[in-house]
């Protein structure tokens, strides 16, 4: 049966779903500046829309094949790495996981390892530079929680920023996800946070510079 996620990992164009309307609405509205005499503002607005376009982009990936490899879910770079007693959303010790999108990086977010997803939750709240550590706990957000095969529950959140105002997720609970999979997206650069369980081997450090879909995070405790 075909689900809305299903539809999501068929890119267009190599141009992400959720960007089409964007890329359409520019084009009309730059072609209407030329048809009407204002040619500077046209080409300012062409630029505006190659630069969407640009930004839209949905290159595919090489997935690893490592068993226990939990890959990344954005581009971007490393922020945060340590241990916490606890989380709101998966109720239980973790080594949380940061990453930063800028507006440059490709904002596509892939799922990090197969499972099935055991709760969405969203949570309203501010627009915080995402950079900072307290956009986790103030700004909007929408947060998977997935059960591995072997039992093991983590927690993929994506985190609304400054600029970044709409969040895109396309599953729902009962999903069964694969690693590696496009599930959304946060438009005009914004932030990630993993909740891994306290025995994963994390193999990245802050300030590294990530890929989705392509760079290992960390590696599940063998089964």
């Known amino acids: 049966m075909t689900n809305k996620s299903e539809w999501y990992n068929r890119a267009a164009m190599a141009v ?13 509205i730059t072609v209407l500046f030329f048809l009407i005499g ?18 839209f982009r949905d290159p595919e990936r090489a997935i690893p094949n490592d068993p226990n490899g939990i890959i990344s879910p954005a581009d971007g770079k490393i922020i945060v790495v340590e241990e916490k007693v606890n989380n709101e959303f998966t109720k ?20 990090p ?46 985190i609304a920023g400054l600029i970044a105002r709409r969040i895109v997720c396309e ?9 590696g999979s496009r599930y ?10 993993l909740y891994l369980p306290l025995d994963s081997k994390i193999s990245v450090s802050i300030g590294q510079k990530v890929q989705a879909g392509t760079t290992i995070l960390a590696y599940f405790k063998e089964q």
């Open 38 to 55: 204002l040619t500077f503002i046209g080409w300012l607005a062409l630029f505006v829309t190659l630069f969407i376009c640009w930004f």
């Open 113 to 158: 390892f197969n499972g099935v997803i055991e709760d969405v939750i969203y949570v309203p709240g501010k627009f915080i530079n995402a950079s900072f550590d307290k956009a986790s706990e103030h700004n909007e957000r929408n947060a998977l929680v997935i059960r591995t095969e072997s039992g093991l529950l983590y927690g993929v959140v994506q």
């Open 171 to 179: 599953v729902k609970k009962g999903d069964v996800v694969k690693r």
């Open 184 to 193: 959304g997206m946060i438009c005009f650069g914004s932030r990630l946070d």
């Open 16 to 28: 992400a779903a959720p960007g089409l309307k964007f890329i359409f609405s520019a084009v009309i």
């Open 92 to 111: 239980q010790g973790c080594i949380k996981v940061s990453i930063f999108m800028n507006v440059f990086n490709v904002h596509v977010n892939r799922i």
